[in-house]
């Protein structure tokens, strides 16, 4: 907890993220379109659009703005580019944003300061 105001987190299915109506592919960037257009396994596709989309749907409960408005962007300070690293909202300095995903299971945090999420099943597929 920062300045009073405790973060949010969120674990969900898949199924359940993709299922809900104010979240589509539509909202994401052109960038994150076209990198989930190179994931291949249907399945893992979904894991990875869901929690997109769940991060968004976390920081716009957070922060009073859209999903539209909350997606976000991602830069790895070991090579200084964008489009991989750590994801952060742009304009929101002080606010930290993580998500995950593993097997039909998505997890998104988000809160003042840094903050980390990871999602794993209890048990793996072959």
């Known amino acids: 907890m920062s300045g009073g105001r405790a973060g949010l987190a969120?674990?969900?299915?898949?199924a359940?993220?993709?299922a809900h109506p104010e979240l589509h592919e539509g909202l994401l960037a052109p960038w994150e379109r076209r990198r989930l257009d190179r994931t291949?396994?249907?399945?893992?596709?979904?894991d990875v659009l869901a929690a997109r989309l769940l991060v968004r749907l976390c920081a716009a409960?957070?922060?009073g703005l859209s999903p539209g408005e909350s997606g976000p962007g991602?830069?790895?300070?070991?090579c200084g580019r964008d489009g991989h690293g750590r994801p952060y909202l742009d304009g929101r300095?002080?606010?930290g944003v993580s998500?995950?995903?593993?097997?039909?299971?998505?997890a998104a945090a988000v809160g003042p300061g840094p903050?980390?999420?990871d999602v794993e099943p209890a048990t793996r597929r072959p």
């Open 93 to 95: 300095p002080g606010l």
């Open 61 to 63: 409960r957070f922060t």
């Open 99 to 106: 998500m995950s995903h593993a097997d039909g299971l998505v």
């Open 74 to 78: 991602q830069y790895c300070a070991a």
């Open 40 to 46: 291949r396994i249907p399945a893992r596709r979904d």
């Open 10 to 14: 969120v674990v969900a299915t898949t």
């Open 115 to 117: 903050v980390g999420v």
């Open 16 to 18: 359940e993220v993709l």
